[in-house]
């Protein structure tokens, strides 16, 4: 998924979480590196993902998936004068001007074909992102088969993201695990209780971070 500019990134993000998927993934990482300055109120859907994909911080490059970008950002010529509209600063892959006949005809087809596409989509579900920290009793703990354990826990409205092990003490680790959430239907409250049933394994479980989406 690659969007041509700010604009058409704010009208996409309008019934899309992320750039591609349900998850944090490498396009939207592609899309945020690309992006030389930040969105304002003007474009408020792509604002709010700028807000949040910038919220993770250094995790940003554990995203899953892989980085495409097919058009990088272009400086301007040194003869030409800077343009004055506020909106040239937020072109993510170069201006207008630059494209050629043919790449100018895709993407109207393409904008066109995504408003069709975008009239006919059901009302926007609430959703969240959650990074749950899942604790072991000790250094002996399998983490390998608490992830699967964790994992196992399958429920309409709930996919599972990427996920890691971070060091405690003692060389004790914890489970630092993603998941995207359907807020009408999955309570954290009663998640993270599903996952302290594991108690041969698990501990405690915290909610490390939680953003609506």
């Known amino acids: 998924m690659i969007l041509g500019d700010i604009k058409s990134l704010d009208a996409y993000l309008a019934d899309h979480s992320y750039v591609d998927g349900y998850v944090p993934s490498q396009s939207d990482a592609s899309h945020f590196e690309a992006i030389t300055k930040p969105p304002t109120n003007a474009t408020p859907h792509a604002l709010r993902w700028y807000n949040?994909?910038?919220?993770?911080?250094?995790?940003?490059?554990?995203?899953?998936?892989?980085?495409?970008?097919?058009?990088?950002?272009?400086?301007p010529e040194p003869s030409?004068?800077?343009?004055?509209?506020?909106?040239?600063?937020?072109?993510?892959?170069?201006?207008?001007?630059?494209?050629?006949?043919?790449?100018?005809?895709?993407?109207?087809?393409?904008?066109?074909?995504?408003?069709?596409?975008?009239?006919?989509?059901?009302?926007?579900?609430?959703?969240?992102?959650?990074v749950l920290d899942v604790k072991p009793w000790d250094d002996e703990t399998d983490m390998k088969q608490m992830e699967e354990k964790v994992r196992s826990i399958q429920k309409d409205g709930l996919v599972w993201g990427a996920s890691k092990l971070v060091?405690?003490?003692?060389?004790?680790?914890?489970?630092?695990?993603?998941?995207?959430?359907?807020?009408?239907?999955?309570?954290?409250?009663?998640?993270?209780?599903?996952?302290?049933?594991?108690?041969?394994?698990?501990?405690?479980?915290?909610?490390?971070?939680f953003n609506k989406i």
Request: hydrophobic content about 35%; overall charge negative; proline content about 3%.
């Open 52 to 75: 949040h994909i910038k919220s993770f911080g250094s995790e940003i490059k554990n995203f899953t998936g892989e980085k495409k970008i097919t058009k990088t950002p272009s400086k």
């Open 80 to 130: 030409k004068p800077a343009a004055k509209d506020d909106d040239d600063d937020l072109d993510l892959f170069g201006s207008d001007d630059e494209e050629d006949a043919e790449a100018a005809k895709i993407r109207e087809e393409r904008l066109k074909e995504y408003a069709a596409k975008k009239s006919k989509k059901p009302a926007l579900i609430a959703k969240s992102s959650i």
């Open 167 to 209: 060091p405690l003490a003692f060389g004790i680790k914890k489970l630092q695990i993603m998941c995207v959430v359907e807020d009408e239907k999955i309570s954290v409250d009663l998640l993270t209780e599903e996952i302290q049933e594991f108690e041969d394994l698990v501990q405690s479980v915290d909610v490390a971070a």
